[in-house]
């Protein structure tokens, strides 16, 4: 005894008669559009223990009869006129089929889902997996789309940020060198943050990205739009790409510069002997971490003459800022003696600086030795340790 689920008539299958010569044909059997139930197209699911098990629509899961041929060969795909149910669920009059074959036949019966959009620096244009499901089966999947075709807006932001900000374009073009400065203009940015430790007054990733997108038009999605625009637009804007803080972001006050002695890259300290040595400093904003702060890279054969007590000391910049800090923190009474707290906090620090012979001094790099480095000898990061770090109190 069984249940019938399925009609004959739901699937109709015919020899090969006439017809365009590209339809699709298997076997001998071509087959026709009709009002197919969704059981009949399934997909198999491979089982170690029992690889005659489908998948069909609505998560429907049966086995071809034992009396097909194809329970036998398993193929991928099958559709099938019958399904009946006695120990299990069995699917009769199954023959094999391409799912390519649906998906011209089923129409507005289709599902396409997208996943997975990203850059793709190989193609110079954001990608997605595409989907195509018909009744919850995959007849397409995995199948690689462009995003802009989908959602033009979200490409363009993929384009701006992984391609142009982040460097993700690997194919060049012609007079593409902005991208080059402009990355310049970020890195300058925030080595001057890691020195002043004024992060909300650097530019950032985010300024560049909300610059380019007031820039660029609407339209350009891909590397090769943007090649093409640019190529237009260079004979009479040829700097409308290079990204200027000053101009282009109003909260900063980046591309001023720094006064060299108030953040240096050489520390001038004072031997046991009298004598002036360079040593390298490093800057880092990393609050919470031990590298927080400035790094003094000595040399191993400098550390016997060098005393611990002069890099209890802070760069100009930052001492200053100490200074005023601690006029802040005074009494009123006492405090009202030192308004404005940063023009005192100067004036202390200079009379200090002066009268202190043992006070180290910001240098040039190359200064009181031979090495460009400004190691003194001429040699690298191997030969030293990092044996100090100053923090902004």
């Known amino acids: 005894m069984g249940r019938r689920l399925g009609a004959s008539s739901h699937a109709r299958l015919a020899p090969v008669e006439h017809g365009p010569p590209d339809r699709p044909r298997a076997e001998g059997v071509r087959l026709r559009r009709s009002r197919a139930r969704p059981a009949q197209r399934a997909i198999r ?41 006695t120990s299990r669920l069995w699917a009769r009059m199954a023959a094999k089929i391409d799912p390519a074959w649906a998906l011209p036949l089923a129409g507005s019966l289709t599902r396409t889902t997208y996943s997975e959009p990203h850059w793709s620096a190989a193609s110079g244009s954001a990608v997605a997996t595409k989907t195509v499901l018909l009744y919850g089966l995959p007849i397409v999947a995995g199948a690689r789309v462009q995003w802009s075709r989908v959602n033009p807006a979200q490409a363009r932001q993929f384009l701006l940020r992984q ?164 006029i802040k923190a005074l009494p009123k009474q006492l405090r009202v003696q030192f308004v404005p707290a940063p023009a005192s906090a100067q004036a202390i620090d200079e009379w200090i600086t002066a009268r202190l012979d043992d006070a180290p001094a910001p240098g040039l790099p190359g200064d009181g030795g031979t090495g460009d480095d400004g190691t003194g000898d001429g040699g690298t990061d191997d030969d030293g340790i990092d044996v100090a770090v100053s923090k902004k109190a």
């Open 163 to 326: 391609g142009m900000v982040e460097d993700g374009i690997r194919r060049r073009f012609p007079h593409d060198d902005f991208l080059a400065r402009n990355r310049k203009v970020l890195e300058n940015s925030s080595e001057e943050a890691s020195r002043t430790r004024r992060i909300t007054q650097s530019v950032n990733d985010e300024d560049l990205f909300e610059f380019y997108d007031r820039t660029v038009p609407a339209d350009v999605t891909g590397a090769a739009e943007l090649a093409s625009w640019w190529r237009r637009t260079y004979a009479q804007h040829p700097r409308l790409l290079d990204f200027d803080p000053g101009r282009d972001v109003r909260r900063t006050t980046a591309g001023s510069g720094l006064a060299a002695d108030e953040y240096p890259s050489v520390w001038l300290a004072r031997a046991t002997d009298g004598s002036r040595i360079p040593l390298r400093l490093t800057y880092a904003y990393t609050p919470g971490r031990p590298g927080d702060g400035i790094s003094v890279h000595i040399p191993l054969r400098y550390l016997p003459r060098l005393e611990a007590g002069q890099f209890t000391w802070l760069v100009p910049g930052m001492r200053r800022e100490l200074v005023a800090g601690l």
């Open 45 to 85: 699911r491979a089982r170690r223990q029992n690889k005659n098990l489908y998948q069909g629509a609505r998560n429907t899961r049966f086995a071809i009869f034992p009396s097909s041929p194809l329970s036998k060969t398993t193929p991928e795909w099958v559709i099938a006129s019958d399904l009946m149910e």
